[in-house]
T-cell receptor, first 115, second 116 residues
């Protein structure tokens, strides 16, 4: 299956700082998602981004599918940005003559924003 | 509002017991999934279902069972055969993807299972 690697594994930021999280994947993918897992465990979808660049407030993401990586940018970080950020790719899996997409996750980047 | 509801939030299991985790969605999604998360790790796929009355094993299905009798519901049973069941369990759903691509996933808030 596809391997998904995220870096850095841990990141500590002063409030107001900017950061870039990276996601590398080992094979071509049709789709990619970025999630934020808050301290209570809830996974929130940030971006659904198979290619190109998207922005949502202080967050933006860029996926370069031909080079097999995606970047998540966080600007002017706030303490509420703390948590774990996951990258996940959609992988086509064949079974019994049919198939379906499965989501394969990286191990995440744990972000701590301190006041 | 549409979403996914998982219950209970916390569950304690004695050695040798089977327990069932509930997952219900009102998003009209065809596909549903169960993931397991261990501390410091990413999510690993246990089982998934693309349509009613059909489901497939994921990467770590041993010791787990599921059913999909209704579109809205995808319960997960953690059996006594699962040797290390203490973990955080997340349920997700999505529209059913085709060969040209999948669709975005929506996750529930999770169930934290502890063996006592």
């Amino acid at each position: 299956g596809i391997q998904v690697e995220q870096s850095p594994p841990d990141l500590i930021l002063q409030e107001g700082a900017n950061s870039t999280l990276r996601c590398n994947f080992s094979d071509s993918v049709n789709n990619l998602q970025w999630f934020h897992q808050n301290p209570w465990g809830q996974l929130i979808n940030l971006f659904y981004i198979p290619s190109g660049t998207k922005q949502n407030g202080r967050l933006s993401a860029t996926t370069v599918a031909t080079e097999r990586y995606s970047l998540l940018y966080i600007s002017s970080s706030q303490t509420t940005d703390s948590g774990v950020y996951f990258c996940a790719v959609h992988e086509w899996i064949r079974y019994s003559g049919a198939g379906s997409y499965q989501l394969t996750f990286g191990k995440g980047t744990k972000l701590s924003v301190i006041p | 509002d549409g979403g996914i509801t998982q219950s209970p939030k916390y569950l304690f299991r004695k050695e040798g017991q089977n327990v069932t985790l509930s997952c219900e969605q009102n998003l009209n999604h065809d596909a549903m999934y169960w993931y397991r998360q261990d501390p410091g790790q990413g999510l690993r796929l246990i089982y998934y279902s693309q349509i009613v009355n059909d489901f497939q094993k994921g990467d770590i299905a041993e010791g787990y069972s599921v059913s999909r009798e209704k579109k809205e519901s995808f319960p997960l049973t953690v059996t006594s055969a699962q040797k290390n069941p203490t973990a955080f369990y997340l349920c997700a759903s999505s529209r059913r993807g085709g060969t040209d691509g999948g669709y975005g996933y929506t996750f529930g808030s999770g169930t934290r299972l502890t063996v006592v």
